[in-house]
């Protein structure tokens, strides 16, 4: 079984302060995190954006595996996942994520493309992990075919 972890680091009030978020792996080291990031007032990653690069890099893994399953080897996959961040009744919630992608898959029609790209949708790990909490839709799009 593998396992990924990270680490934040939080100083200070939730309004006026500051931390960092590393992985124990070298790919993010020290991003800094604020609230005002959070809510579009400043620049700095959140745990939404950190979450959505996450969610996006799964369903490009994802997507590949089904459509080679299938014997439809894509050439490219350029997946984007945006995650819609603020308050609800009681706090603050992630209210919904739209994964979008364009596949430049050889020898695919764009109906079965759709139909697997909804299908590892609900087999990404990340998908699965956040299904029932929050909503998720795909944007599909097929970019070439052969």
């Known amino acids: 079984m593998a396992t990924s972890s990270s680490r934040a680091h939080w100083t200070g009030s939730i309004a006026g302060g500051s931390g960092t978020v590393s992985t124990t792996s ?29 969610h996006a890099g799964c369903y490009a893994m994802a997507l590949s595996g089904a459509l080679g399953g299938e014997g439809h080897e894509p050439t490219t996959l350029d997946v984007t ?24 898959v050889p020898g695919v029609d764009e109906a079965t493309f759709l139909t697997i790209a909804e299908g590892a949708k609900d087999g990404c790990p990340v998908s699965k992990a956040i299904a029932g909490n ?5 944007e599909a799009k097929l970019t070439a075919t052969a």
């Open 26 to 54: 070298p790919a993010i080291d020290a991003a800094e995190l604020t609230w005002k990031a959070r809510n579009g007032g400043e620049a700095g990653t959140t745990p939404e954006e950190l979450l959505a690069s996450g």
């Open 81 to 104: 996942a945006t995650y819609e961040f603020g308050p609800i009744e009681g706090g603050f919630a992630i209210k919904g994520v739209v994964l979008t992608v364009e596949g430049d």
């Open 134 to 138: 929050v909503p998720i839709s795909l």
